[in-house]
């Protein structure tokens, strides 16, 4: 965000330097025109290909204070420039940037270096992205004794601008919006969305779009550039709790609020092949970005069992009848309900037990298929009750067979809440996944504890 409260003289040279006229110490373009005429195309340079990958550094970077008021402790250093993007100085209006301008924790360094490397990938001949000012080496004030107008935030690692990429492909940023590249500035911005940005603020003149409360469009400055503040904390960090049978990780995310008073825990998929709660699952990811709750999220509890295409999992258990409550032996491996030689006597379910254990989360959400149903049983029909109100699905009281998660989770955790949601069978449509995700999300958000 730049300066708002600005001289009116400052206001004229901005203005006159940003959009009015092209200055006439532009270096020449950075790309070759080749064709003739309406049909004139461009073709970019060959990217500097003994530019070395960017070494990644974890420096356990801090980011105190607030954006417009902080400081940054063991700020990572954004190279001069890298095979996918060139630096900025907006002060001096040339490439590369001045080292002290571009600081951030190691994770904005981090999530620009992936965006825009993911970003290259995909375009192969856009050209290189332009990053401006990040933070000063330690953060505080970037105001405008530092140059230019100066920055209103900036001050703790965790902003960048990001200029719009040109329609003419040259390496600098846009004098006007009609120079930008629309389809390009968006999926970039897209990918900051996806990256975990907290807020996005583009240019009222752009056409940009995103998720509203998270893209924002801020009046002054920023119709040459975006700029992105990343969120806090990261949108997600990934856990491998253990592996499968047959050797596949099976990871948690945790998502939300780390602070938050309620924890809890969506396994999206326990029977291979009723599966459809992994969409939800995913749908919970961004969603859960400014929710209240500590939310933890294992997409797929049986990889294996899910690639076979089997209810079982790699050895043809029925994880979900292998918990230690009510277990009774019978059958043999592959049927349908095969309960395994013992209780815990599978990775899965012992992965699963361990993780509840630590966690102790107010309510767990298991996903099967396909009756169509929320499955009640016992305290937990006070949380699945407004699940299937807001879901739109019927519920029924049905107790859990035996050696089954929930059966499990009500002895050894009576006052929490777990239950079973039975999506429908077949294809299963992403706006249903929404619906049950933001269910999912109210119901952890608001479940208390029944003792
Ligand atoms: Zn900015
Ligand atoms: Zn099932």
């Known amino acids: 965000m730049r300066r708002a409260a600005l001289s009116a003289a400052a206001v004229v040279v901005v203005l006159a330097a940003g959009f009015s006229f092209r200055p006439a110490h532009e270096p020449p373009p950075a790309t070759r025109f080749v064709g003739e005429g309406h049909k004139l195309q461009a073709r970019p340079l060959p990217r500097p290909k003994q530019l070395p990958r960017p070494r990644l550094v974890r420096a356990r970077s801090l980011a105190l204070g607030l954006p417009w008021h902080g400081r940054l402790v063991r700020g990572v250093r954004l190279p001069r420039e890298g095979r996918a993007f060139f630096t900025w100085n907006p002060v001096r209006k040339r490439s590369p940037n001045a080292g002290w301008r571009r600081y951030g924790t190691d994770r904005l360094v981090h999530t620009v270096l992936a965006v825009v490397t993911a970003y290259a990938r995909s375009h192969p001949r856009a050209p290189r992205v332009g990053i401006g000012d990040l933070s000063r080496t330690h953060g505080g004030d970037f105001g405008p004794r530092f140059g230019g107008i100066g920055h209103v935030s900036h001050q703790n690692g965790l902003d960048v601008d990001v200029y719009y990429p040109r329609r003419d492909r040259r390496e600098r940023p846009p004098l006007s919006p009609h120079q930008i590249d629309r389809a390009l500035a968006q999926d970039l911005l897209d990918r900051f ?3 975990g940005a907290a807020q996005i603020f583009v240019g009222p003149h752009t056409g940009l779009r995103g998720p509203r409360g998270l893209v924002g469009v801020l009046p002054a400055y920023h ?4 700029h992105v503040r990343l969120a806090r904390r ?4 990934s856990y491998v709790l253990g592996r499968s049978q047959r050797g596949r990780p099976i990871r948690v995310l945790r998502v939300g609020d780390r602070a938050g008073r309620r924890k809890a825990l969506v396994v999206g998929c326990i029977h291979g092949n009723e599966c459809a709660g992994v969409a939800v699952v995913r749908r919970l990811v961004p969603l859960a970005r400014r929710a209240s709750v500590d939310l933890w999220l294992v997409a797929d509890l049986n990889p294996d069992g899910h690639a076979l295409g089997v209810r079982q999992n790699g050895r043809g258990v029925d994880l979900n009848r292998n918990f230690p409550v009510n277990w009774r032996a019978r059958g043999r491996r592959w049927d349908p309900e095969y309960p395994g030689p013992k209780p ?3 990775r899965e379910a012992r992965i699963a037990v361990r993780l509840i254990e630590r966690l102790r989360p107010d309510v767990t959400i298991w996903y099967h298929q396909p009756q169509a149903v929320v499955r009640i049983s016992g305290h937990s029909a006070a949380a699945a009750r407004p699940y299937a109100r807001l879901a739109g699905l019927p519920f029924r009281a049905l107790g859990s067979p035996p050696g089954a998660a929930t059966a499990w989770q ?10 079973v949601v039975e999506l429908p069978a077949g294809r299963f449509p992403a706006a249903a996944a929404a619906r049950h995700a933001r269910a ?8 208390s504890r029944s003792c």
């Open 440 to 447: 999912a999300l109210r119901v952890s958000a608001l479940a």
């Open 234 to 237: 990261p949108l997600a960090r």
């Open 223 to 226: 119709d040459n550039h975006m």
């Open 344 to 346: 815990l006597s599978e």
């Open 410 to 419: 009500h002895r050894r955790f009576p006052c929490a809440a777990a239950f």
């Open 193 to 195: 969305v996806r990256s």
